[in-house]
């Protein structure tokens, strides 16, 4: 959701702004633009649709700049058009902004500037801050980073914003509250970047801005002070991330890439934390409860969209191994419906990006209910994984596809082992039964290799039914969760109506709903529930529904009742979403690319929601 880019330096600022752009496509937007020091002024371009008609844009003019900012909107106030694209200037064009977040007191600050005679041209809450800043800095007559200071002080709201000015054109300031903010330290130039994916590419060297700071480079000096004026001392951490990671490696979309990737990316998640040889599963995140894990009265999960699911399966593997009650959260609604936290709570946090505003405002209100907070996020050094006091990364590497895959699955790996470790601390487990577990998961990245094979004939099955105005995905147990996901994943990038429910519900509402028209996803893997499973797909087969099925060697009489089936390996039944989510993946892209849609990029859509 919204992308920021901004650089200063001696190098031409435009390509790496528009390259920067192009790197930030996959947090979703409707409109880009940038503004350039050219020549003493200001020069803003700006379009509504896609990066590539800016490039175009920007390719009929020769650009020598060597400070500029740039900006990806996802519209938030006002419609996605040219108008309220960022940046935004002042009247006389000497004062620039882009911003990231919501502005929320931006009607009253609106009103007082407008007396003061100043004139809005957008209808962005964005606006507020150029004209805040500028009134500012003609009242105090102050510098451009000290007006932003202030001007910060009088904002209510999330926010991460880049500001420059014609009138010192050798300063270059961001801030961030609630939205995050990269510095990348270059020799003598400097990046700010919404994540680090515009920044890997010129260097290592990062500094994550924390909420309520103001960071200024003036003359080629940095300095970071927090909004009361504190000068504070930078902490600059090396990116490990690396340049081949963030692109698409000869695959036609980042999304199939990433579904590739997850034998390894799921290997880097158990690796050296699961030891099947000493039985043993080694986190540190969890390990440092061990004294209280074996007394929890309960453990809340709290995420949002795919996170959310990852929350689900967990409640089902946390109360099967450790015997501990789990309640399942919505980020949005957690905190607003005046919840019960007690100060005994273990909240885990899930979240891909470490940055939905939601599940970071869910993060905030547990601790200071006096409950402890443990992250399970994919992006280091995100605001949610440095909220939390304590965390498990899950490594699945630079997750660029807005639809989910690979982080979804190193999530169920990272609650899995986490499962384990509690049960063990519990005493709910067998030595025997954890040595299985642990042997097993190892065993998954090859499992989910053979998986993959079966991709052609995906396809096809794809091909059968990418017609289809709906769909219904069918689960149960360990497996019910893994339906919501395939169905989330069907609408998020082909705009099929779907539907995930638990495979006995049916029953009570949606099987009115089906006839030959209505293709149904029956995901069966799961060792326990398959005998119920089969009278579930009776029900819709003598209803004239299309089945396609997904089961395992063991799932013969499923098969002869399906139109269409997928056998993959068997696996323990805790550990079966971690190969039943993947054929569902393989199909929901499948269809998506032969409806023709922009898979990577869905519209409306944001990989990181960083508004509530
Ligand atoms: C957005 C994305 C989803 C994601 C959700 C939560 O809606 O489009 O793919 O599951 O946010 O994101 P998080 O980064 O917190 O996992």
Redesign the pocket.
Known sequence: MCGIVAYIGHQAAAPILLKGLERLEYRGYDSAGVALLEKGRIEIRKVKGRVADLKALMAQETWTAQLGIGHTRWATHGEPNQTNAHPHVNEDGSLVVVHNGIIENHAALKEELERRGHQFYSETDTEVLVHLIEEIQHQKRCSLAEAVRLALTEVVGAYAIVVFSSDEPETLVGARKGSPLVIGIGKNEYYFASDATPIVEYTKRVIYLDDGEVASIENGRLEIKTLDNQVQDPVIEELTISLEAIEKGGFEHFMLKEIYEQPEAILRAIRGRVRPAQNRVKLSGVWIYKDEIPHLQRLITV?????WHAGLVGEYLIEDMARLPVEVEYGSEFRYRNPIIYSNDLVVAI???G??AD?LAAVKLAKEKGARVLGICNVVGSSIAREAHSGIYTHAGPEIG???TK?FTTQLAALTMMGILMGQLRRQLTDEAVHQLLTELYRIPDKIRDILKLDNMIREIAGKYAHANNFLYLGRGYNFPVALEGALKLKEISYIHAEGYPAAEMKHGPIALIDENMPVVVIATNHKQFDKIVSNVQEVKSRGGKIISVVTENGRELRSLSDDYIEIPSTLDPLSPLLSIIPLQLLAYHIAVLRGCDVDKPRN?????TVE
Request: with cysteine.
């Open positions: 995420g949002c969209g795919t996170s979240s891909q990006s940055e939905t599940t807005v639809a989910s982080a859509l944001a990989k990181s929601v």
